[in-house]
């Protein structure tokens, strides 16, 4: 089946620095993208969503890129802090459900150095 | 607001003992609730989900079973755990219909 993939497993940028993670997608029925934040341990976290009716969305903070001519995803994370470090998934739902039909890629590492 | 609660945080099995992990959810009624397993270093896996009360669907075969016994509570069990079951195991919880999830604190389940 189709899945949601990664460019790279980890990023290392320094404190104050833009992020930029990014992620790959190849079913191009999927409408529907999140980012999620999953710190050391604990559960995922909701960090933004776009319909792929949007090119650009904006939050606190992070901004989400979608480009459904080259199917790729970005989320964008200004001035990136310290707390800021955890895995950072990306996941898709074509559409033809509810969140049962959420994909979900491996995951970027983001280590923030102070 | 939506609180999301789930328990234990962490969890020691033998091999062959039975299991339970209980999630429940307040704020909300008739939510979807799912159970996913992550593997260390990897991305999600969905075990089960459910849209309402004694209404379970499983995405993969499997040693583990869940049950709904009220519109809130989402239970995973196990009669016998294998080492194969270690994992790291989160609910989650949706609006009917919305394409997107939101997750528990997790349990880290070692069977030994």
């Known amino acids: 089946g189709e899945n949601v993939g990664l460019h790279l497993p980890t990023l290392s940028v320094q404190e104050g620095d833009n992020s930029i993670i990014n992620c790959a997608y190849s079913n191009s029925a999927s409408d529907y993208f999140i980012w999620y934040k999953q710190e050391s341990g604990k559960g995922p976290q909701f960090i933004i969503d776009?319909?792929?009716?949007?090119d650009k969305r904006q939050g606190q903070r992070v901004t989400v890129l979608l480009n459904k001519t080259v199917k790729h995803l970005s989320l964008q994370i200004a001035a990136t802090q310290p707390g800021d470090s955890a895995v950072y998934f990306c996941?898709?739902?074509?559409?033809?459900?509810?969140?049962?039909?959420?994909?979900f890629g491996k995951g970027t590492k983001l280590t923030v150095n102070p | 607001s939506q609180t999301i609660h789930q328990w234990p945080a962490t969890l020691v099995q033998p091999v062959g003992s039975p299991l339970s992990l209980e999630c429940t959810v307040e704020g909300t009624s008739n939510p979807n609730l799912y159970w996913y397993r992550q593997a260390a270093g990897r991305g999600l896996q969905l075990l089960f989900y459910?849209?309402?009360?004694?209404?379970i669907s499983s995405e993969v075969p499997q040693n583990l079973s869940a049950s709904r016994p009220q519109d809130r509570q989402f239970i995973l069990s196990s009669k016998k755990l294998l080492l194969s079951d270690s994992g790291f195991y989160l609910c989650?919880?949706?609006?009917?219909?919305?394409?997107?999830?939101?997750f528990g604190q997790g349990t880290r389940l070692t069977v030994v």
């Open positions: 989650a919880w949706s609006h009917g219909g919305y394409p997107g999830a939101f």
């Open positions: 459910s849209v309402g009360i004694g209404q």
């Open positions: 996941a898709e739902n074509a559409g033809q459900g509810g969140s049962e039909k959420l994909v």
């Open positions: 776009i319909r792929s009716n949007m």
